[in-house]
């Protein structure tokens, strides 16, 4: 169905080696954002793009970056991961920034050992 | 620090009555509230929302009500139903950021 991709759904990493998670919507949507979901904190802005071509941070940027080359795609890139990274990554998007419904991928389970 | 809190992380109904989920605020500034809904392995989904001018707004068995005085939103599920069993997140938007600000969720279980 359409909507958003995320790939992979999940993925053990060894701590220090990179990844990137990717993002893929077919909406048409202007907005994307990275998501960590973490037990009792919550889903935590991680980065966010208003459009093609502009990025910007969220509450918890440290240890990621990302690229929006186009409009559908939206990588997460953990250059060198760290345990605390270990989580659950949802990628979302909206129409247009600050437009309120969002809508999320599946989500990729990140386990950083 | 947390500006959108919801301070039970679990609640259980019996199906049939009525679940109340519970979320407060600190920023004054944010003008839209919503509340997503989670099942396990899947991304959250956009359930029902409400605006700061309004103080209810109601969706079939979900009605949300907003007290700006108490910065206080809640979301009550009636008649619920074992398909209800989620984690429900309350959101805010707005603010300084103008993004979507989540509080830490509510694992709602509704028993048969």
Known sequence: ?113 | DQQVKQNSPSLSVQEGRISILNCDYTNSMFDYFLWYKKYPAEGPTFLISISSIKDKNEDGRFTVFLNKSAKHLSLHIVPSQPGDSAVYFCAALGGNTGKLIFGQGTTLQVKP
């Open chain 1, 1 to 113: 169905t359409a909507g958003i991709t995320q790939a992979p759904t999940s993925q053990i990493l060894a701590a220090g080696r990179s990844m990137t998670l990717r993002c893929t919507q077919d909406m048409r949507h202007n907005a994307m954002y990275w998501y960590r979901q973490d037990l009792g904190l919550g889903l935590r802005l991680i980065h966010y793009s208003n459009t093609a071509g502009t990025t910007g941070k969220g509450e918890v940027p440290d240890g990621y970056s990302v690229s929006r080359a186009n409009t559908d795609d939206f990588p997460l890139t953990l250059a060198s991961a760290v345990p605390s990274q270990t989580s659950v990554y949802f990628c979302a998007s909206s129409e247009q920034e600050g437009n309120t419904e969002a809508f999320f991928g599946q989500g990729t389970r990140l386990t950083v050992v």
